[in-house]
C-alpha cells in the first residue's frame, strides 16, 4: 500500500523547514514514526556518504518496532525495489541500512558502551523514537552534541512520543521553554483518520480515560494526588532489570462473585531477577470460577512458575480447590492479609521507587490501576493492583516463610 501524506503533513513539513529540533507528540498511531523516518531517509537520500541514527531507549524496542516501521515506510513511500536496493546489515548492536552511499543506524540507549561508540561518530540527522521513555534529558543533549558532520545542508534532531506526566523533562523542554530552532507539532489519531481503520479509532476512544487522554486526545497527564504510583514510576519499569531470574509466582486476586458487575480477578506473574524483579503477565479479567483457575493455571505453566500465590483470607480453601481441581501438581502459597492494603502496597511502591521492577510491554491497564489507585479514597483498590501486590510482596519479602506450601 503506498503512503498516502494529508494536509497535516505538509503543515509538519514547513515546521521542519525552519526548525533544528522537532518533537512530534501526540495520540497513538497518527503517523509520527512514518513522518520522521520519511524525513531521515530523504535525507540519507539528499546527502551523498551522510549518516544518520534512529535510537530509542531499548535496543529490544528498536529492533521489534522501530525497524519493521523503517521496512514499511520505505516500501510504501519508496516502493519494494527501492527497498531491496539498500544494503541491511542486522547484526552486533548496531543495525544498519544502507541507502546508496549513506547509512541510517538504529540502536538503544541502554547500553552505556554502544552509546560511547554512538558518540564517537558525526551525523547529520539524530532521531530518539517514544523519548518519554528517557527519564532525562542529558542523553539527548549528548547525542545532538554529535551533530556536525559535513554537509551540505541543515542538521536535524527529531523526536517523538506519546506525551508523559507533566512532570516529565519533556514537558517543560517542549510546551513551556520557548527556544529559537525548537518546535513541538501535535498530531492525534483523528487527524490523520484516513489513513487509519475505523475500529481501530473507535477502541482508542473507548479505553479508560487516562489512557484515552494519553493515546487518543494526545495530552499530558498530571499524576494524581495521593496515589502511590505516579507517572514516573511507570516509566521506570522500562528498563531491563540485571542478573539472573529467580522465583516467579502468579498471584491471584479472586473476584467474589462473577457476574457482569462483579469484580475483575486479577491474575498477574511476576518473578525475581538478580536484586529487583520482572512483572511478566497480566492475564486478569472478569472470570467465573472455573475460567480464571484455568487462566492462571495456564499462566503457571507458560511462565513455568514456582507457585500460584492466594490470598486465604476470603474462601480461601474454595479457591485451593478450584485450582488443585484444574491441576492436581500446582504448587499453592496461601498468604493472609494481616494490615491493611495501604500498608501492603506501600513497600512494593517503594520497590518501583527505587527503580527495582521492570514490566513487560502490554501492562497498560494495570499500569493506569496503579496511578489511579488512592489510598484511603473510600474506593476499592483495583484487583489487578491486588494481585500485584500479593505476587511482589512473595518475591520481595523472602524472610517471611509461606504459611502453607501444597
Ligand atoms: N502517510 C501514511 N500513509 C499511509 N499510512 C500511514 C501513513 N503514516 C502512517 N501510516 C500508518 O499508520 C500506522 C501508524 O503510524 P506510526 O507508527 O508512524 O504512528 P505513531 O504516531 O508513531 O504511533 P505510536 O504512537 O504508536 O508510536 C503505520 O504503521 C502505517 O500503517
Ligand atoms: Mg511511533
Known amino acids: 500500500m503506498a503512503a498516502n501524506w494529508l494536509p497535516i503533513h505538509k503543515k509538519i513539513r514547513e515546521v521542519i523547514r525552519i526548525n533544528e529540533e522537532v518533537m512530534l507528540w501526540g495520540g497513538a498511531g497518527s503517523s509520527k514514526t512514518w513522518t520522521i523516518l520519511k524525513q531521515v531517509f530523504l535525507r540519507a537520500l539528499a546527502f551523498p556518504e551522510s549518516r544518520h541514527i534512529c535510537l530509542r531507549q531499548r535496543f529490544e524496542h528498536t529492533k521489534t518496532t522501530l525497524w519493521p516501521s523503517a521496512k514499511d515506510l ?6 519494494q ?6 544494503e541491511t546489515n542486522r547484526s552486533g548492536g548496531v543495525w544498519k541500512i544502507m541507502v546508496n552511499d549513506s547509512e541510517i543506524l538504529f540502536g538503544g540507549l541502554d547500553d552505556k558502551e554502544r552509546v560511547e561508540k554512538h558518540l564517537g561518530a558525526e551525523y547529520a540527522t539524530v532521531y530518539i523514537n517514544e523519548c518519554s521513555e ?7 543533549d549528548l547525542i545532538s552534541s554529535r551533530l556536525r558532520q559535513k554537509i551540505n545542508g541543515r542538521h536535524m534532531l527529531f523526536l517523538d512520543m506519546n506525551p508523559p506526566a507533566r ?7 517542549y510546551i513551556e521553554e520557548k527556544v529559537s530552532g525548537r518546535a513541538a507539532f501535535r498530531i492525534n489519531p483523528r487527524d490523520v483518520k484516513e489513513n487509519l481503520p475505523a475500529s481501530y479509532i473507535k477502541r482508542l476512544k473507548e479505553l479508560p480515560e487516562r489512557l484515552r487522554k494519553r493515546f487518543y486526545d494526545g495530552e499530558f497527564l498530571s499524576d494524581i494526588e495521593g496515589a502511590l504510583w505516579s507517572f514516573d514510576m511507570i516509566e521506570s519499569t522500562r528498563r531491563p532489570q540485571d542478573g539472573l531470574a529467580g522465583r516467579t509466582v502468579i498471584a491471584i486476586d479472586p473476584a467474589v462473585t462473577a457476574n457482569k458487575n462483579s469484580d475483575e480477578t486479577g491474575i498477574i506473574g511476576c518473578g525475581a531477577v538478580g536484586d529487583g524483579f520482572k512483572v511478566y503477565a497480566d492475564r486478569s479479567g ?3 470460577p472455573s475460567e480464571w483457575a484455568h487462566v492462571a493455571v495456564k499462566l503457571y505453566d507458560d511462565l513455568q512458575a514456582d507457585a500460584i500465590v492466594v490470598e486465604v483470607n476470603q474462601g480461601g480453601d474454595l479457591v485451593k480447590q478450584v485450582i488443585k481441581s484444574v491441576n492436581q501438581n500446582v504448587k499453592i502459597v496461601e498468604v493472609r492479609a494481616t494490615k491493611g492494603k495501604y500498608l501492603r502496597a506501600e513497600p512494593i511502591a517503594s520497590l518501583y521507587e527505587q527503580g527495582k521492577v521492570e514490566h513487560a510491554e502490554g501492562l497498560e491497564v494495570l499500569e493506569t490501576q496503579l496511578q489511579e489507585w488512592v489510598p484511603e479514597s473510600g474506593l476499592p483498590s483495583p484487583d489487578r493492583l491486588d494481585a500485584l501486590v500479593w505476587g511482589l510482596t512473595e518475591l520481595a519479602l523472602k524472610e517471611r516463610k509461606p504459611l502453607f506450601f501444597a
Open 286 to 288: 472478569r472470570y467465573k
Open 81 to 86: 525495489e527501492f527497498w531491496e536496493r539498500c
Open 74 to 79: 520505505a516500501v510504501a513511500e519508496f516502493g
Open 134 to 140: 528517557i527519564m532525562d534529558s542529558a542523553p539527548i
Open 167 to 173: 512532570s516529565h523533562w519533556s514537558y517543560k523542554r
